[in-house]
């Protein structure tokens, strides 16, 4: 059951005059802005200090405290400190499932550090890249259409989407719903406005970096909004649910992971055409909608540590001895072989029911073989 009715703004990127003034301060902004970091709005995903009444009653505003964010963003930041936990929680949100979801790969979406968090690796316009793109703007959509619901914050409550034409004359229309509407906006406007601020030359390898980026973000908000969907309470006399309220609900951030995922198995190779146009490398596939995710370089070799392209390399990984897919130690240890240990796996087990109501489980350890990539 699709609901929403958001109207899909290109993700257009605005031409610049080509004089050599534009073109030299295109040249010194992009320099700048490769030292500081592509991505670092991410870093919110890291920081403790994002509590309401640090920055209430503290005296340094909060803005300011913050580091990696853009000229845009901070604007955002000041006009709407309350939101700024919650795009902390999206961003967070995003990355442990993006390692949920690649736990088996060469990449795992692991971390480096609060200031770059995903790494170098993210400045190659890779699938990775897209993924990790896509699934952080989709964190900070699902975060603040729910805080809104929830009443944290002060510009925005519970949906107002209108009642779907489908459901079911008698069941009320009306529950406190997750308010997407205003969190795509919100979310559109702070996520893609480092993209937005910067302006690139018309057929430049940055300007197609920047259009793949808001093109990843974008497909990422899309999904979160496909996915949501009606939910509905029973209620009347002792569960006989003559009546039912129903509502605007989010799906669970695992299955927006899930179709990412998807995606981006199936993600479109890009190249800028001569009208600096973003176009399909192979032409034989049907073309890429709003929520696939587009790549326009292959990605590095995860095998090794690499520290110019960023990659972190699979020495010290866990593999499968007897899987032969990706998290197998053949293609996960990347022919190097693997050594192998005893590990103590402590589980709960034994859990027995006491009347009324716990459950009280024993601690039991095992030895287990582990096998670490060389
Ligand atoms: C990251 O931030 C946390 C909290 O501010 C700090 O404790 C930690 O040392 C930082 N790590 C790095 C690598 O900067
Ligand atoms: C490390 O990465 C760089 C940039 O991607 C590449 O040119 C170089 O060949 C790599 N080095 C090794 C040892 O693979
Ligand atoms: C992800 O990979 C890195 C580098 O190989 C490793 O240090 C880290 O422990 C891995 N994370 C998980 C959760 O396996
Ligand atoms: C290893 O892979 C096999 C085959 O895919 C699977 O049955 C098994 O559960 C895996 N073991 C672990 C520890 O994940």
Known sequence: MM????????????????????????FCVFFMLEIVDANSWWSLAMNPLLIPEVYVIGGQPLCSQLSGLSKGQKKLCQ?????????????KTGIRECQHQFRHRR????????????????????????????????????AVSRACREGALSSCGCSRASRPKDLPRDWLWGGCGDNL???YRFSREFVDAREREKTFSKGSAESAR?????????????????LADVSCKCHGVSGSCSLKTCW????????????????????????MNGRGKLVQMHSKFSPP???????LQPSPDYCIRNSSSGSLGTQGRLCNKTSEGMDGCALMCCGRGYDQYKAEL?????????????????????????????
């Open 79 to 91: 006009l709407y400190q309350d939101h700024m936990q919650y795009i902390g929680e999206g961003a």
């Open 210 to 226: 920047q259009m793949m980026n808001l093109h990843n973000n974008e497909a990422g908000r899309r999904i979160v909004s496909d």
């Open 181 to 183: 509407n205003y969190g």
């Open 3 to 26: 609901l929403l009715k958001l109207k899909w703004t290109s993700s257009g990127v605005k031409d610049t005059p080509h004089t050599l003034l534009s073109i030299i301060i295109t």
């Open 107 to 142: 990449w795992n979406c692991s971390t480096v550090d609060n200031s770059t968090v995903l790494g170098r690796v993210m400045h190659i316009g890779s699938r990775e890249s897209a993924f990790a793109f896509a699934i952080s703007a989709a964190g900070v959509l699902h």
């Open 289 to 295: 909608s709003g929520q696939d995710l587009l790549y």
């Open 346 to 374: 402590v589980e709960r087990c034994h859990c027995k029911f006491h009347w009324c109501c716990y459950v009280r489980c024993k601690r039991c350890s095992s030895i287990v073989d582990q096998y670490v990539c060389k």
């Open 248 to 271: 605007l609900q989010l799906a669970d951030f695992r299955k927006v992971g899930d179709v990412l995922k998807e995606k981006y198995d199936s993600a479109a190779a890009m190249r």
